[in-house]
């Protein structure tokens, strides 16, 4: 077992610890709980958290019941209504927000290990997680002060005009391929907003999570009792609870398509909740025969290839115009060795292993299905080096199919793509949108026309020219068809936390004289 708190100092508090460190046997094993109205509660059950690289046991955290997160939506319920939050200024939770950028920067390093430690992303893409979890908090944070509403010009004797609210308590569950920059994405709108949370990392990944709420719990008095609630445990348990709860308002979601039909039938169910989600993709990465190959080779495998390919937005269809297509996929194959597998804190790893047992397992079935359907062109197994035999790793994969096959149509969020050839414009647009998913595109040529072409006919909410990947805080993510509903990010991602109430001041003292 390794005890990462003993390993690596990386925790100074025992706040949240119920297992504490016994110099005279062996490490204990640290123990989170709930963080619910500013305290650490203790559920029935505990569940283990695993490092991906060596399969050993970090951390236990809570298991919670569907009583545990009742109790953390009360206290989210109990502050949204009655506590002082409500009266809280746009500029104090502006503050607040800052405070949490600065405390994300200060300890930047110990959450990015933390996070590698819990996900197995690579140690330098951890660090640029932690920047841009800081960045958001940032951003809300000076958004909070330019929320308002407006006056409209009525046809009457009248003073018409919004308020924006903030839409109560909010639910925000996250996925564990950005464990802590995702839950920023969400807790940054909806505190700049003036909602209370209750948030609900994944089960494989929440240990960055219940960090950040410690170092809020230590450093951030302002911060009402209530308006910051963790919750961990199962998606079908403990998320559940949060989607059919009657006292949340909204639930904001990021995570599998699947489990958002879920979620979409359990609010309809329940309250009919506000519900915005942020789903999976198969997203088309276009390189048409005028790209620069150099550029293409590494976009074509940057797309995909990082974060081990568990991204959202990856480029999992490489549509490669006919012409060029051996060429470019000589130079993916030539290139790949690059991508060095290894043990993720050491800086010149380049990919890590996927998050779980579980995860490498469901990648591997879907690299048989390919091996049966389509062209293997590289890859495929497990690593043969000894230093990576207990890690859950696999290699970058390679295929070359038609647009068809399972491997082109279902989203495997690993490192596993299909190489698909093209004819002309019309081809590529047509195999690029011949999909369920809508999450991003992207498109390579020198070409401007071209590009501006395909830019708007491909049916997605990200759309990229001559490059693959980058996000940033000020711009709006999302997706169309089944990659989700509503926006993250950018103004509009404040939107998903707001409510716009009308009011009408009637300026005339006559009866209104219809009876
Ligand atoms: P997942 O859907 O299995 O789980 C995501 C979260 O939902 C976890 O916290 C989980 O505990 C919870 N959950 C599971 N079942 C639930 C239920 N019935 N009710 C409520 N909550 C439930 O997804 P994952 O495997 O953690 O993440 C991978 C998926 O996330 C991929 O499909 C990926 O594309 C998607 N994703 C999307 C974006 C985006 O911005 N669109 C970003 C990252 C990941």
Redesign the pocket.
Known sequence: MVHYVAHRGAVRSNAPVRGRHNMKTKPQLKTYKNFVNNDWTASKKTREVVNPFNGTTIAMVAESSRKDVDDAVAAAREAFDRGPWRESTAQQRGRILFAMADLVRKHAAMLAELETLNCGKPIVESEFDMSDTASCFEYYGGLATKIHGETLPVPDNALNMTLREPVGVAGL??????PLM?AAWKLGPALAAGCTVVL?????TPLTTLEFARLVQENIRELPPGVLNVVT????V???A??ESMKVDKVA????????R??LK?VADSNLKKVSL????KSPNIFFSDADLDAATDGALFGVFINQG????AGSRILIQQDVFKKLVARMKETLPRIRLGDPLNRETKMGPLVSKD?LQKVESYIEIGRKEAKLIAGGRRPSSNQLKNGYFIEPTIFESGNNSRIARE?I?GPVVTCIPFKNEDDALEIANDTPYG?AAAVWSRDIFRCLRMVKRLRAGIVWVNTMQPCYVESP???YKQ??HGR?LSLHGIEEFLETKQVHINLSEQPIGWY
């Open positions: 569950i996250v996925p564990w391929n950005y995702l609900k990392p994944a089960e494989q445990g199962d998606g079908p403990a998320g559940r949060i989607v979601f990021t995570g599998g398509t699947e489990t958002g879920a979620i359990g942020e789903l999976g993709g568990e991204v959202c937005s995860h989203e969020f999450l993510w999302g997706g990659s989700g993250e």
